[in-house]
């Protein structure tokens, strides 16, 4: 999973512009769970929509205060039971990590898998900023319809490749992200490699209560 390359983004972001994007040297694993492994908690997604455009105007406002040294990150890491993470259909694939940046991650994956879109998670949380996002040419222009007009989408390095999307959310306790890298046969299109990514970032913000 990319979670090196999200934290040498954060490093850039939230420190100073101009870095080069990082090399990708690792890869989502795969879920080989079935499932009846766990009692699924009720998890119901709308149909799969299509993207459309972000309007042009946009003025994303960040609820967190990166300057506040006494802010504190939301950890989607290691909040949730290995139970409690089977329950919304998902399973811990890599120990935490932290650093100074300030920056938490792990990987997870989909316990089992309906829609024959086989990868991983890269779930992290940081002060990387939408701005610096968007002005290093990463922020999708598209969103989809209906959904919370926070989040929002964006590509990681590297650039030649069309495998994965992340969806994040600006909270008071920094950037949840969650990075969809698919892996599989298949050749899912942006539109549900974006989708991916969304509903399992709103199934770990429901279960914990991360505003």
């Known amino acids: 999973m990319r979670t090196r390359i999200l934290a040498a983004l954060v490093a850039c972001g939230v420190a100073v512009s101009g870095c080069a994007p990082p090399q990708d040297t690792t890869e989502a694993a795969h879920s080989t769970t079935t499932e009846e492994t766990?009692?699924?908690?009720?998890w119901?997604?709308?149909p799969k929509p299509s993207m459309i455009p972000l309007p042009p105007d946009r003025d994303y406002v960040e609820a967190f205060d990166k300057f506040d040294p006494n802010n504190t990150l939301y950890d989607l890491c290691d909040t949730f039971?290995?139970?409690e993470l089977a329950g919304i259909g998902l399973e811990k694939a890599t120990v935490t990590s932290r650093d100074s940046s300030p920056f938490i991650d792990c990987g997870m994956r989909?316990?089992?898998?309906?829609?024959?879109i086989h990868g991983g998670f890269s779930v992290s949380t940081h002060f990387a900023r939408y701005s610096w996002l968007r002005d290093h040419g990463l922020v999708i222009d598209?969103?989809?319809p209906g959904i919370d007009e926070r989040i929002y989408f964006s590509n990681v390095p590297p650039f030649d490749t069309t495998d994965h999307c992340?969806?994040?959310i600006s909270t008071p306790h920094?950037?949840?992200?969650?990075?969809f890298t698919h892996t599989g046969k298949a050749t899912p299109t942006k539109?549900?490699?974006?989708?991916?990514?969304?509903?399992t970032l709103e199934k770990l913000r429901t279960k914990g209560g991360f505003q």
């Open 174 to 179: 920094g950037r949840i992200s969650v990075t």
């Open 191 to 199: 539109d549900q490699l974006c989708w991916k990514a969304y509903e």
């Open 166 to 168: 992340d969806a994040a």
């Open 142 to 144: 598209a969103t989809f």
């Open 38 to 42: 766990y009692p699924f908690e009720t």
């Open 110 to 116: 989909e316990v089992h898998t309906t829609d024959g």
């Open 81 to 83: 039971t290995p139970e």
């Open 44 to 46: 119901e997604s709308p």
